[in-house]
């Protein structure tokens, strides 16, 4: 049986809310994510519901936020909404975003924040400063949500 990233990142959120901390030296490159082992048990313990529902659940609904900015900033690039919609009814219907970006977390957060940046670059309504300010956290984020995408960026 092959293992999926999802079953491995379950197994260290549930280390984590199992230990009460995150074990930081536990040598795996999925246990070094934020995303993984701080947010989805927070998540978890938070909602006070289990991880299964975190992943069929919250992680599918902030997937959903993807294609939305993205429209926004093919919108704002093009001043063409037929286009905008094209463009990202292209990236939905890839098999990589409805079948690994919506069910594995690090490749939602990373995608999230890569398409918050992106929006954040082509934003003509917010200021340079807040720019700035947001492109940092966003670019943070994303080169420790997920290691793949960090060499995309």
Do not use: Q
């Not at 795996?28 to 938070?46: K, Q």
């Not at 956290?137 to 420790?144: E, G, K, M, R």
């Amino acid at each position: 049986m092959r293992l999926t990233d999802n079953i491995v990142e379950y197994y260290f959120s549930n280390v984590v809310i199992t230990n009460g901390f995150w074990d930081s030296s536990i040598p795996n490159s999925i246990n070094a994510m934020p995303a993984i082992t701080i947010i989805i048990p927070v998540l978890s313990e938070t909602h006070k519901i289990s991880l299964v529902w975190v992943y069929k659940l919250i992680v599918p609904i902030l997937s959903a936020f993807i294609p939305v900015t993205l429209y926004c900033a093919y919108k704002d690039i093009g001043n063409n909404d037929k286009i905008a919609f094209l463009s990202t009814f292209f990236l939905t219907s890839m098999f990589f975003y409805f079948c690994w970006v919506s069910v594995t977390m690090k490749l939602m957060s990373g995608t999230l924040f890569l398409s918050l940046l992106f929006l954040t670059m082509y934003d003509k309504k917010i200021s340079p400063v807040a720019k700035r300010g947001l492109s940092v956290i966003y670019a943070f984020s994303l080169v420790t949500s997920f290691y793949g995408w960090s060499y995309v960026f």
